[in-house]
Each structure stands twice: as C-alpha cells, then as structure tokens.
C-alpha cells in the first residue's frame, strides 16, 4: 500500500514539473517580441529597406538593404537584442540598376509637357479658340484635356492629349451654346466623365441642356 502510495506521490510530482516546464515555455514564448516590433526596431537604429524577417530557432533573421549594402541581422526574439550582423557590398551593376530606375522614374515625372504646349498641340489639331485645360495625373501617363471653341458658339472640341509623348489620344467633338454654359469648370468635368465611359464615341449634341 505504501510502495503504491509512494508511485503515485512521484508519478504527481513529475506531471507537476511537466507543467511548470510547459506553463514556463508557453510564457516565454508570450514574452517575445512580434514581427512588426522587430520591423519597428530595425528601421529606427538602421534605417534602409527590409527584404525579409525569418524565425530560426530563438531568433529572427532579418534582410535589410540601402544604397550600396546588404545586412543580415540576427536578433534575440527574447528582447530584441543583436547577436550578429553581416553585410555584403551590393555589386555596381545592381546599384547602377536601381539607379537607373529612380531616373527613369524621375525623367518620366520632369518631362511632362506644359499646359501651354498642351493647349498649342490642342490648337493646331482642331483649330479654334482654346477655352478650358484640366490636367489628370491620375491617368497612366498624364494626361491633360483641352476644351476649345471651333466654329461660331456652338461647337467645340475636348482634345485628350498624352502630358508624356505630347500625343492626341482622342477628339471627343460636341455641339453646345458656350453662351448657355454657367459653370465650365462643371462643364468640364461632365465632358471627361462622358468621355471616360463612352470611349468609344467621338460626338456628343447637347439639345436644351441647360434648359430648366
């Protein structure tokens, strides 16, 4: 009775120590910081891009890049500290890469023509009296949109001209009184909207539009 009494005392104690093994790892692991702590972490002390954070094991890999290096953190998931670092020097021809890129990007945004050239090209492609330009940057190039006034009162243009290659991408022809117009900066803008949804057409008559 008492060799029975005596296994089971141990058989307790040893399931006890498992869980304060287990409860004692599972607090640990609560304890460690988070992926977006270490990002935080990283970029204040190093600054550069982050390429990747990994796990292995009780530490985080972490890949940054800058300019001209690449580095390779290891840092304690347990509070964050740093246990190694490797860097490598980026080769001239990945740097002269992305070089290149920001000055393309850049080129790109510094060559956009001027609203007067714009309005010239508009000019001389319908002819006319130029009445109203709206620049949209939200279009893939740019784009500006050029109203002008061709015959008499009651016709007019909407030329839609690339603000990168200075292209005319479309005529949109319409037949209004510009007398009866009373806001044109609205009237502008109901002109790119039928001209975003309606691709297609190339004319639009407006009977009595403004007529209460």
Known sequence: ?????????????????????????????SDDIGEDEVRAMIMERYGGEIEAVEIRGQHYIVRVSDENFEYEITMEQEDGSITDMKSRELPSEEVAEEQNEKSSEDTGKKNLMTEEEAKDLAAAEVGGHFIHVTTNEEAHPA?????????????????????????????????????DIPDIEAFAQELQEYNRQYQDDYYIEFDDYYDD
Do not use: H
């Open 143 to 179: 784009e500006y949109q050029v109203i002008q006034l061709v015959e008499d009162d009651d016709e007019g243009a909407l030329v839609t001209i690339d603000a990168q290659s200075g292209s005319v991408d479309k005529v949109l022809w319409f037949s209004i009184d510009f007398e």
């Open 1 to 29: 009775m008492r060799k029975k009494t005596r296994l089971l005392i141990a058989a307790g104690a040893v399931v006890l120590v498992m869980l304060i093994g287990v409860v004692a790892v599972l607090q640990s692991e």
